[in-house]
T-cell receptor, first 113, second 114 residues
Framework: GENVEQHPSTLSVQEGDSAVIKCTYS??????FPWYKQELGKGPQLIID?????GEKKDQRIAVTLNKTAKHFSLHITETQPEDSAVYFC????????????FGKGTKLSVKP | DTAVSQTPKYLVTQMGNDKSIKCEQN?????MYWYKQDSKKFLKIMFS???????INETVPNRFSPKSPDKAHLNLHINSLELGDSAVYFC?????????????FGDGTRLSIL
């Protein structure tokens, strides 16, 4: 089955700097890769996603890149702000399921003012 | 308007009891899910369900059972609660069969077993 590894587990940056979180997946048949932001006491919130027919996607300060050959995908946040502080999860959609998501273990991002 | 809502938000109960968690979505989605988040924040799929198929993660004990009275609801019933069931349970939903469709999550139910 699918396995998703996520690094780093914690990341601390200064406000205005960029943050990068990296994930790898094991099943080459996976074709959908969302990123979620989870704030304390809340459910995961979808912030951006990418499908396997696309190499890069951008939405304002957030971008995601996908390398299908290497089975890597990454989240890039530019011009970080204190409100970006949260736990971020990458995920891969399990092939052959009803879109069951296999999550990475999360990255706790702290943005210091 | 809340898209995916779960009740209760907090549930504290004794070991051995039976409890249910309710989930409703007003997005018109066809597929619903239950995930478990443990104390280390690890999120794991438990079930996915649409009107045609229930997919159960093989690691989920049969004490857990999803029940869907209609397309907008997927409740989670747990029998004979154990200490290890303490976690946050999240409901989610997506369009169609769920494949490569964004999933929208509720805010979770924190279950604590005494």
């Amino acid at each position: 089955g699918e396995n998703v590894e996520q690094h780093p587990s914690t990341l601390s940056v200064q406000e205005g700097d960029s943050a990068v979180i990296k994930c790898t997946y094991s099943d080459s048949a996976s074709n959908y890769f969302p990123w979620y932001k989870q704030e304390l006491g809340k459910g995961p919130q979808l912030i951006i996603d990418i499908r396997s027919n696309v190499g890069e996607k951008k939405d304002q300060r957030i971008a995601v890149t996908l390398n299908k050959t290497a089975k890597h995908f990454s989240l890039h946040i530019t011009e970080t702000q204190p409100e970006d502080s949260a736990v971020y999860f990458c995920a891969a959609s399990q092939w052959g399921s009803q879109g069951n998501l296999i999550f990475g273990k999360g990255t706790k991002l702290s943005v210091k003012p | 308007d809340t898209a995916v809502s779960q009740t209760p938000k907090y549930l504290v109960t004794q070991m051995g009891n039976d409890k249910s968690i309710k989930c409703e979505q007003n997005l018109g989605h066809d597929t619903m899910y239950w995930y478990k988040q443990d104390s280390k924040k690890f999120l794991k799929i438990m079930f996915s369900y649409n009107n045609k198929e229930l997919i159960i993660n093989e690691t989920v004990p049969n004490r857990f059972s999803p029940k869907s009275p209609d397309k907008a609801h997927l409740n989670l019933h747990i029998n004979s609660l154990e200490l290890g069931d303490s976690a946050v349970y999240f409901c989610a939903s997506s369009q169609g069969t769920g494949q490569d469709q964004p999933q929208h999550f509720g805010d979770g139910t924190r279950l604590s077993i005494l």
